[in-house]
């Protein structure tokens, strides 16, 4: 089974920027999409808002609240995802996981957007 494991996340001024890393088990790394997702404070796991996707071809999407100042990237050979954010602000302080579709989720890493 894959296990996905978050890293990168802490306090981030306002306007500052953050890269985040997940870690992917498995041999099959280069084959996997995978998604970032995060979860805002006191919103239900339900309603967790898709941030962007990894596809197997290095292409990418973005969820409309971080278009434009979001770059997810892989490196296969490291088995990693990234999530690069700028311009941050408070709205973007939540927990941020990342998903192998369906059902494989990372344990998440904070994300805290304060001065």
């Known amino acids: 089974q894959v296990q996905l494991v978050e890293s990168g996340g802490g306090l981030v001024q306002p306007g500052g920027s953050l890269t985040l890393s997940c870690v992917a088990s498995?041999?099959?790394?280069?084959?996997?999409?995978l998604r970032w997702y995060r979860q805002a404070p006191g919103t239900p796991e339900n309603e967790r808002e898709l941030v962007g996707v990894s596809f197997r071809d290095g292409s990418t999407l973005y969820g409309q609240a971080v278009e434009g100042r979001c770059t997810i990237s892989r490196d296969n050979a490291k088995n990693t995802v990234y999530l690069q954010l700028n311009d941050l602000g408070p709205q973007d302080t939540a927990i941020y996981y990342c998903n192998k579709p369906p059902d494989t989720w990372g344990q998440g890493t904070e994300v805290t957007v304060s001065s």
């Open positions: 498995g041999s099959t790394f280069s084959m996997y999409v």
